[in-house]
Each structure stands twice: as structure tokens, then as C-alpha cells.
């Protein structure tokens, strides 16, 4: 994947995850969470085995590096479902790299990484406390979707994205 550059001040680039990242991407999802929530099975299974749980069924991993450091990541894990191809997970921003639009270039990238795989439309859960993720998922075009069981006791809300 192309390196993505911002309109920061700042130099940022969207990678693709490389084993190198692993304690990054494990360190950023259990920082936020742990703030937030409490830690569950399905965090364990994708933060622990990245390769195992998303990489070899399909999915992607970013990463946001700030001056070569990673400072954010994001998740595309390809799902087992007639609607939805991928889910968007995983997404986190180390809290000193928030404000300079990260999640935003994730978010976008991890879109076009999903439009370059021929998805239709993807899927996240994520929890209405969360109001600044929640409002830029609404800008980046995800819309509330209902009904769906989720694994994780913290997501009370669902969305989808057409592409």
C-alpha cells in the first residue's frame, strides 16, 4: 500500500501492519479500552493473534506512523456474513497523537482498503460513550443499524457503511 500523507504540520503515513507493530496495535486497543470499558474475550483473540484472528482469515491491519513511531491503528476483519464482507475493529489512537485527524486517515484508509477487496459494505459496534469516534464514523459515512447480536457487552451501537 502507498504511504498516505496528511495535510498536517505533522508527518504522518497509513502502513500496512507488519509483525514489527504487533505490541503497538495490542498496547494502543488495551490503552482505550481499559479507559473506557473492561477488556473481553474477543479483544484478547484479535489483540493477542493478529495474525491467527485477522490477517489469515482475509482482514487488514493499518497503522498510523507519526514521525516513523506508531501512533494508531485500525483493523478490517473479514466476516462470515451474507451483508457484510469486513468489519471495521480495533481502531485506536494513542492519546498524545489525537486531534491531528489520525483516526480520520485510518478510517478513509481502511475504507479504500476495503473498496480495493470488492466490499459492498462494511460493519462496526462500537459504544455511544465513545462521541467523538461515533461522530466522525457518522462523517466518514457510516450509518445506525440494529438488531444484530454482538460478542462484546460494551457495544450498544451498530453500524454499516455502503461503498
Known amino acids: 500500500m502507498n504511504d498516505q500523507k496528511s495535510n498536517n504540520v505533522t508527518d504522518v503515513s497509513i502502513v500496512d501492519y507488519e509483525e514489527k ?6 498496547s494502543l486497543n488495551v490503552e482505550w479500552i481499559s479507559k473506557y470499558f473492561k477488556m473481553e474475550e474477543a479483544d484478547f483473540k484479535a489483540l493477542d493473534n493478529p ?7 482475509g482482514g487488514h ?7 516513523e513511531e506508531p501512533v ?8 462470515n456474513d451474507e451483508q457484510y464482507e469486513y468489519e471495521l475493529a480495533k481502531m485506536a489512537v494513542a492519546p498524545k497523537a489525537q486531534g491531528k485527524k489520525i483516526g480520520w486517515l485510518l478510517g478513509n484508509a481502511i475504507l479504500d482498503k476495503a473498496r480495493s477487496l470488492g466490499a459492498k459494505c462494511i460493519f462496526l459496534e462500537s459504544n455511544t460513550i465513545l462521541a467523538p ?11 445506525k443499524v440494529e438488531g444484530r447480536s454482538s460478542p462484546y457487552e460494551r457495544a450498544d451501537i451498530q453500524m454499516q457503511c455502503m461503498l
Open 133 to 143: 469516534a461515533i461522530n466522525m464514523y457518522y462523517k466518514l459515512g457510516f450509518t
Open 72 to 79: 494508531g491503528v485500525c483493523a478490517l476483519i473479514k466476516m
Open 21 to 26: 507493530y504487533q505490541h503497538a496495535f495490542r
Open 51 to 57: 495474525d491467527t484472528y485477522i490477517l489469515e482469515k
Open 61 to 67: 491491519i493499518l497503522v498510523a506512523l507519526l514521525d
